[in-house]
């Protein structure tokens, strides 16, 4: 029997990989111009952190949750989402009585959801996300936003558009909901068992419903701007006017609603557009929770972020067809003629030149010299370096320029010096 991977997992293999470490690299650089550090938290937590974080109501705790009883007869779940993972680090680290607030965090790595398979969405699959908690000013929302925006910018993606609403503080939301029960209580017998359940636990899940979503009572359903007070409209008009003073573009959507119990005020998502991208184009979502720390036992702690899939980005990306500047060539190659004392040497040049963090490889499959250069061209090597009998008797290399064919005799004693030279200084 041929062994698989996983349905709904994939190999990220070399050229592959190679995209992955840029983004999370260029991403990484991005977080900390904003003064976000990051976090790790486990792969697994117990179950208990996403029926409280995430919400009992959830599609992701009722159904597609990775849950498992351990040894010791615990209840643990793969982590289906980060947020609430760093919540509950957050209490532990005591991170509340930390100096300096707002903690800005990211974090980067595989989730886990038994879900139908789409494209750019995978049973794991990769999120990176970004959480500040400790501060409710409106400031900070937007500071979130900018940098889910420029996210796509440092990237060159230029086919999306930022979706803003608010869902209100508790008094807004309380108001919000009686409205939608009394709204679709009429529906009831049309609607999906989901949605039948929804409408009395949690009626704001209604509205993301996918699978009523074309319901006539859908589109005449109560918006939730409609019964903002006095306080969350100014909240939200702060974020907006924060978002103007940086002049970044957005649409007010006011059936926008975020699939996680948590959230609160602003919620957002920023769209492909490009074409092909089809009806699942949402890159990223966020919000603010100001309640889920304390969901956790922890104190009152403020707190907004998003997440977005690493799958979904770089489908984007390939939906606009932007290449990335990788990288993928070698400083230098060595072509090798000899037995034992010319691969001993060998060895000792590589060795030597990697410590100068030079680059650089040679041939292991024992080949002739023309297979070698072919090699060295395959790698993209930048120099080879060819050394023999007759090189080694003498203690030099003979040095090639694989851009412009020239070859120069070069001491194996000055050998570090001249090719650091030639590449214009050390290799990054």
């Not at 029926?51 to 597609?64: A, F, M, N, S, Y």
């Not at 794991?124 to 500040?132: D, I, K, L, R």
């Amino acid at each position: 029997m041929r062994l698989e991977s996983p349905r709904g997992t994939k190999d990220l293999l070399f050229d592959e990989a190679r995209l992955w470490q840029y983004i999370e690299n260029e991403l990484r650089q991005l977080c900390e111009t904003y003064h976000y550090g990051e976090i790790r938290t486990p792969i697994f937590e117990h179950t208990e952190v996403f029926q409280r974080g995430v919400g009992e109501t959830t599609d992701i705790v009722q159904k597609e949750m990775y849950t498992f009883l351990d040894r010791g007869n615990r209840s643990i779940t793969l982590r289906p989402e980060g947020t609430a993972g760093v919540a509950r680090a957050y209490i532990e680290g005591k991170l509340h009585g930390a100096v300096n607030q707002p903690i800005k965090v990211y974090y980067n790595g595989p989730m886990f959801r038994y879900e139908r398979q789409q494209e750019g969405r995978r049973r794991q699959f990769h999120q990176f996300g970004v959480e500040a908690l400790g501060s409710e000013d409106p400031a900070i929302d937007a500071e979130v936003i900018a940098l889910a925006m420029g996210i796509y910018e440092r990237l060159g993606i230029n086919e999306i558009e930022l979706v803003i609403n608010s869902l209100g503080d508790l008094d807004s939301r309380k108001r919000h909901r009686k409205a939608l029960i009394e709204h679709f209580t009429p529906y009831t017998d049309e609607l999906c068992d989901d949605c039948r359940s929804r409408l009395q636990q949690n009626p704001l899940r209604v509205l993301d419903c996918k699978v009523d979503i074309d319901h006539p009572a859908m589109e005449a359903a109560p918006k939730i701007l409609d019964y903002l007070n006095d306080e969350s409209k100014e909240y939200f008009e702060k974020v907006k006017s924060y978002l103007d003073a940086m002049n970044i573009p957005y649409i007010v959507d006011a059936t926008l609603v975020r699939g996680l119990d948590y959230y609160n005020h602003t919620a957002f998502e920023i769209m492909g557009t490009a074409e092909g991208f089809g009806a699942q184009a949402t890159l990223l979502g966020g919000g603010r929770y100001d309640g889920l720390v304390e969901q956790f036992g922890g104190p009152r702690t403020p707190g907004v972020g998003f997440a977005l899939g690493m799958e979904r980005l770089i489908l984007a990306l390939q939906h606009e067809e932007i290449e990335l500047p990788i990288e993928d060539e070698l400083d230098a190659f060595i072509v090798t003629i000899g037995e034992d004392n010319v691969q001993k040497e060998a060895v000792r040049v590589l060795h030597s030149l990697r410590k100068e963090k030079v680059k650089i490889d040679k041939d292991y499959q024992g080949r002739g010299v023309k297979a070698q250069f072919r090699a060295a061209d395959r790698l993209k090597a930048k120099f080879v370096i060819v050394l023999g009998e007759n090189e080694l008797e003498k203690g030099v290399v003979q040095l090639r320029s694989m851009a412009t064919r020239d070859e120069q005799e070069v001491p194996l004693a000055d050998l570090t010096k001249v090719l650091l030279k030639a590449l214009g200084g050390k290799s990054k």
